[in-house]
T-cell receptor, first 114, second 113 residues
Framework: AQSVTQPDIHITVSEGASLELRCNYS??????LFWYVQSPGQGLQLLLK??????LVQGIKGFEAEFKRSQSSFNLRKPSVHWSDAAEYFC????????????FGPGTRLSVLP | DAGVTQSPTHLIKTRGQQVTLRCSPK?????VSWYQQALGQGPQFIFQ???????QRGNFPDRFSGHQFPNYSSELNVNALLLGDSALYLC????????????FGPGTRLTVL
């Protein structure tokens, strides 16, 4: 069965510092991979996605992620964090016959210090 | 272009009652998926509707049922509510014409007392 792990439950960084959120997945075929962000009480906003091709993908808000098949990882990065980036971040893998039922990780909560 | 919309925003029910949640997909999308997100957890897949039929289902009991209408909007019904059904219910829409990206609505917060 497909699964997604996000090893870090909570991360705190200072504003302007760099950020890396880890994501590891387990899936038998080529995965469709996604990162979503959720602000308190809100729905999920898509940051970026990987289907195929270039393993370094760019997303919105200055985020990027790198797919590493050998490590089954899809880590999210940002070179300089802004206070508005404080939120919950979810990694997801597209699974199922049509690749459209997502399996989400447990999430990583990001706090940003001024 | 309206995104995914859900109603109501909040709902309070008591154990044993039944509830219906509604979702309108993003314009141009024909597939709707429902997810349950318990507090402090990631969303869990309930089921997906396409062409007015349930196409896939996650590990949820038959108390959870749904429907998709000809205009692609969808309903999630939960019968015999339990305290453990308290959660944020998220609707996501996507297109069957390629691009397996799901776009999420703001969710409905269900509280069961």
């Amino acid at each position: 069965a497909q699964s997604v792990t996000q090893p870090d439950i909570h991360i705190t960084v200072s504003e302007g510092a760099s950020l890396e959120l880890r994501c590891n997945y387990s899936y038998g075929a080529t995965p469709y991979l996604f990162w979503y962000v959720q602000s308190p009480g809100q729905g999920l906003q898509l940051l970026l996605k990987y289907f195929s091709g270039d393993t370094l993908v760019q997303g919105i808000k200055g985020f990027e992620a790198e797919f590493k098949r050998s490590q089954s990882s899809f880590n999210l990065r940002k070179p300089s964090v802004h206070w508005s980036d404080a939120a919950e971040y979810f990694c997801a893998v597209g699974a199922g016959n049509y690749g459209q039922n997502f399996v989400f990780g447990p999430g990583t909560r990001l706090s940003v210090l001024p | 272009d309206a995104g995914v919309t859900q109603s109501p925003t909040h709902l309070i029910k008591t154990r044993g009652q039944q509830v219906t949640l509604r979702c309108s997909p993003k314009s141009g999308h024909d597939t709707v998926s429902w997810y349950q997100q318990a507090l402090g957890q990631g969303p869990q897949f309930i089921f997906q509707y396409y062409e007015e039929e349930e196409r896939q289902r996650g590990n949820f009991p038959d108390r959870f049922s749904g429907h998709q209408f000809p205009n692609y909007s969808s309903e999630l019904n939960v019968n015999a509510l339990l305290l453990g059904d308290s959660a944020l219910y998220l609707c996501a829409s996507s297109s069957s014409q390629g691009g397996d990206t799901q776009y999420f609505g703001p969710g409905t917060r269900l509280t069961v007392l």
